[in-house]
């Protein structure tokens, strides 16, 4: 018997994500030419497909057994985006790598250990039970979700640039985080039970793209170079 709540939770989200797409698309892709921008669309694009796969496991029945689906590498994909629009174009323009922003690089490590830590307990545990696909996976999601948490931590702590381009990204990176908050405790969630936070964490990702597209857009309105 279908867990209907649950359910609705997944199309609710699917919603989102294709709202939080088109939106984005229409204001960013037609009027900004900046690639940081660009990134976090194809990052919110990537969740339309994982939405669309997820809702569809679990008609299927399969949504809390592991393995890997279109909903598992979208998410790799969706990590990506984030992680080239905060690594690959946002760093390179905020960050000097003086003395003035070393402090900000050494604290910003913390997060990403404590990311290390879960994702390791947690790929220890497949490799115990021989899930081996499920643990090149979950090494797969952790590489650019740790490298991600890294980059938008570090761009909160970083003092203010004189172009205020930090301050014009800090919601997205603020967003980007919550995602990989939420990305962690989902993984948690289907790895160690079935209750009711799965659909509660995956619903909670679907705002937060649709909260970081509308700072993206909100953003780009000020953001000039």
């Known amino acids: 018997?279908?867990?209907?709540?649950?359910?609705?939770?997944?199309?609710?989200?699917?919603?989102?994500?294709?709202?939080?797409?088109?939106?984005?698309?229409?204001?960013?892709?037609?009027?900004?030419?900046?690639?940081?921008?660009?990134?976090?669309?194809?990052?919110?694009?990537?969740?339309?497909?994982?939405?669309?796969?997820?809702?569809?496991?679990?008609?299927?029945?399969?949504?809390?057994?592991?393995?890997?689906?279109?909903a598992s590498c979208g998410i790799v994909g969706v990590l990506i985006a984030f992680l080239s629009a905060n690594m690959g174009v946002l760093d390179k323009l905020v960050d000097e790598r003086t003395d003035n922003t070393k402090k900000a690089r050494t604290l910003a490590i913390i997060v990403p250990i404590i990311f290390v830590v879960i994702l390791g307990v947690i790929c220890a545990d497949y490799l115990k039970a021989k899930r081996y696909d499920f643990a090149i996976l979950l090494a797969a999601i952790g590489i650019p979700m740790v490298l991600g948490c890294y980059f938008n931590t570090k761009h909160l702590l970083l003092p203010m640039d004189d172009m205020q381009i930090l301050k014009t990204t800090r919601g997205c990176n603020i967003m980007c985080l919550i995602f990989d908050i939420t990305e962690i405790l989902y993984i948690l969630s289907i790895?160690?039970?079935?209750?009711?936070?799965?659909?509660?964490?995956?619903?909670?990702?679907?705002?937060?793209?649709?909260?970081?597209?509308?700072?993206?857009?909100?953003?780009?309105?000020?953001?000039?170079?």
Not at 6 to 33: H, M, N
Not at 206 to 211: Q, Y
Request: hydrophobic residues 50%; contains cysteine; positive net charge.
């Open 1 to 70: 018997m279908k867990d209907y709540v649950s359910l609705i939770s997944y199309f609710v989200s699917f919603a989102v994500a294709v709202i939080a797409f088109i939106y984005g698309a229409e204001r960013l892709l037609k009027k900004s030419t900046l690639a940081y921008f660009h990134f976090l669309i194809w990052g919110a694009a990537c969740f339309v497909l994982v939405s669309l796969s997820t809702c569809v496991n679990y008609i299927c029945g399969s949504i809390h057994n592991p393995h890997i689906t279109l």
């Open 191 to 225: 790895t160690y039970g079935q209750g009711p936070i799965t659909s509660v964490c995956y619903f909670i990702r679907s705002v937060s793209v649709l909260v970081l597209i509308i700072f993206a857009v909100k953003g780009a309105s000020k953001w000039s170079l």
